[in-house]
């Protein structure tokens, strides 16, 4: 969680106040997180996790990924995605549950 948390608050200082978001891409037993301006340039950090499903791309408000994330306690969170574009969940050990939207990107 905190290895994450860190990624997703180093990558943010970079993305676009227009669009606001950091890309996640899950792929097998990796994490990249990214964000681009084009005027200023680019941030990439990837990182391991548990996951073996099929590699995609989804893009968040970071703030919305950081907010739960600095409030858990436990050292590992699980994240449950049907896709891209459909609401995801953000969930850990103790009776908590957070839902987070993704973000369209062009």
Same mark, same amino acid.
């Given at each position: 969680?905190?290895?994450?948390?860190?990624?997703?608050?180093?990558?943010?200082?970079?993305?676009?106040?227009?669009? /606001?978001?950091?890309? *996640?891409?899950?792929?097998?037993? +990796?994490? !990249?997180?990214?964000?681009?301006?084009? @005027?200023?340039?680019?941030?990439?950090?990837?990182?391991?996790?548990?996951?073996?499903?099929?590699?995609?791309?989804?893009?968040? /408000?970071?703030?919305? *990924?950081?907010?739960?994330?600095? +409030?858990? !306690?436990?050292?590992?969170?699980?994240? @449950?995605?049907?896709?891209?574009?459909?609401?995801?969940?953000?969930?850990?050990?103790?009776?908590?549950?957070?839902?987070?939207?993704?973000?369209?990107?062009?």
């Amino acid at each position: 969680r905190e290895l994450f948390l860190n990624s997703v608050r180093r990558v943010a200082l970079l993305s676009s106040e227009k669009s /606001n978001s950091v890309k *996640l891409t899950f792929a097998k037993n +990796n994490l !990249e997180i990214a964000a681009n301006t084009p @005027d200023v340039g680019e941030a990439h950090e990837s990182i391991p996790v548990q996951y073996k499903g099929k590699e995609f791309t989804m893009a968040f /408000n970071p703030d919305f *990924l950081i907010d739960p994330l600095k +409030n858990i !306690e436990d050292d590992s969170v699980h994240f @449950d995605f049907i896709d891209e574009l459909s609401p995801g969940v953000i969930r850990y050990n103790k009776p908590f549950l957070y839902v987070i939207m993704p973000m369209r990107t062009a």
